[in-house]
Each structure stands twice: as structure tokens, then as C-alpha cells.
């Protein structure tokens, strides 16, 4: 093992940045060669793989976005696309890949994998935590910090006007980020892909919820199968004369920002471990994390697997909510 490369795939997370300098950082003590593949998979086909030094990493650990660049690559998805990301890996001699992103960049590195017989090492970079095998993904807790103090915000304006208000996030498929903000902000609903959405249910809680108070608030996952914060509102409003309804999207703020604590941690840690396994001759796995400690299991054990949320703390928020 003489070369290895890191690229950042699919959506940017926050933390990206601490893992590729991690990777970096971490060949160059060991005595290898790092490259960076500039903007994913679609990069790799068009040959822009440049080698890394201390300079192009330093003062980066804390920023936000990837600074290797990130794009969905159809082309990588065809044979012919493929083969001329080989071309590329192999004019640079790489010996190793690290790729930092979600289940569907693991994907398109196992192909490569078999195609080039490559050493490939995955790091779930994803801010929805929708990967299998892992308790936190890097972005995640950047990602949820940033809904929480929107979410706060929100409240002080929907407390001065007595308003109900539905907040969209991201999760589509999954409703962690969604579930974990309801129980940091005090919100008095969430919606879920996970759950059914009963409409006639919500206006009931809702109604009971917002009894004697100036405000209520629903987080909304916009993979909900209800649809996002403004259809709900739509399909609530005719049950709610006499309610302020409104709506938020939050969009991509979530993942914008400086990384938290946690996540450069985390990041760091997982950069460093996918250069050792490396160099232990190690391939095709993915690091996770299981509380403080980082493990390893197999690439498609992650991708062939959906990560399940704790369904106890919908219980919770439940428990917790007092009726009128």
C-alpha cells in the first residue's frame, strides 16, 4: 500500500472536511501517499485525482462542505463510465480508496471494486444517519444542532402570534433527524416515514395540545407519506377554523455550518482507522461507531441492511406531551 485515495460522495455533510484531513494527515505520518478525487465519482472519471500535502488540509477541520468537492455522477453508474475512472486510478497507481458518503456512494465502490480489484475502505458521511451498522453518521449531529436552534427560533415567533407551526426537515427516508429534534425542541408533534400519518388524529392532538398555550409545534420528515410541512398544513386546515397555521422549510441550511465537536471527533477517528485498516490489507468495509468506539463491519452488510430508529422515543414524546 503506496497510495491511497479519499473522495466525499453524494450529499456534503459537516465533518467531511475533518475526515479527509484525518486521511491525509494520517498517510503522510505513516509514510504513504495521499490523493484527493475532486468532486466524487464524476471526477474520477474525468481524471482529476491530485496528490495531497499538510498544505492543502490545514485550516480545514472546521469548516463546513467538502473542500475535495462533491457530485451524482450518472455516467459512474455504466460500465463505460466506470472503466474510465479505472484509467484514472491506475495512472496514479492507487493502491487504496477511501470514500466518505452514503449508502449509495458504497454501492457504486463495491462495483468498482470487483471491476479493478481496488482496496476500498467506507465511511458512513451522511446527515439523515440512515446507514446500517453505525450509531452516528458524520454530519448527523451537526445536522440535528442545526434544527434544534431553527426550531427554537421558530417558537419565539409562533409563541408572540399563537400560532401552530410545521417545520420541514430532511429525512426522506428515514426520521431520525426529524424525531431526535421534536425531543430536544419540546415540539408537540412529529410526522415520520416510519408512521402512518392520520390527519384526523394530528387535528385532535394538536387541538388538545395547544389548550391554554401560545403555541404548538410539528416537525414534518419530508419523506413523510402524509407529504411535506405545507401539504400537511393544507390537509389540517379545514379542521382548524380559528388556528394561525403556518409553515417552514428548512432546506439545506441543515447542511451548512461548522461541524459540532462530536462530529470532527468522530470524523477524525474514522479518517485515521480507514489508513490503518489499509494497511492491514483490509478491504471492503465500512467503519461505524458503537457508542465510543469505532468497529468494522462489511460494505454490504451496511447497504444491504436499513438502519431502524428507536420507535421508543416516538413512546416518549408521547408520554410527554400533557393534554389540556
Known sequence: MKNIAVLTSGGDAPGMNACVRAVVKTCL???????????????????????LGYGDVDNIIQRGGTVLGTARSQEF???????KAIVHLKEQAIDGLIIVGGDGSFKGATILAEEMEIAIIGIPGTIDNDIAGTD???????????VVEAVDKIRDTASSHHRVFFIEVMGRNAGFIALNAALASGAEGVLIP?????????VKQIKEQNKGKRSSIIIVAEGDDGGGAKEIMEQVRPFMDGYDLRYSILGHVQRGGNPSAFDR??????GGMAVDLLMKGETNLMIGSN????ISQTILEGINHSATLDLEKLDLLKDLLTKG
Open 29 to 51: 505520518s505513516k509514510g504513504l501517499t495521499p490523493f484527493g478525487v475532486m468532486d466524487g465519482y464524476q471526477g474520477m472519471i474525468e481524471g482529476r485525482i491530485e496528490k
Open 77 to 83: 453508474l455504466t460500465a463505460e463510465g466506470r472503466q
Open 136 to 146: 452516528h453518521t458524520i454530519g448527523y449531529d451537526t445536522a440535528l444542532n442545526t
Open 194 to 202: 416510519e408512521e402512518v400519518t392520520d390527519i384526523p388524529l394530528l
Open 265 to 270: 471527533i468522530l470524523a477524525t477517528r474514522m
Open 291 to 294: 457508542g465510543d468506539r469505532l
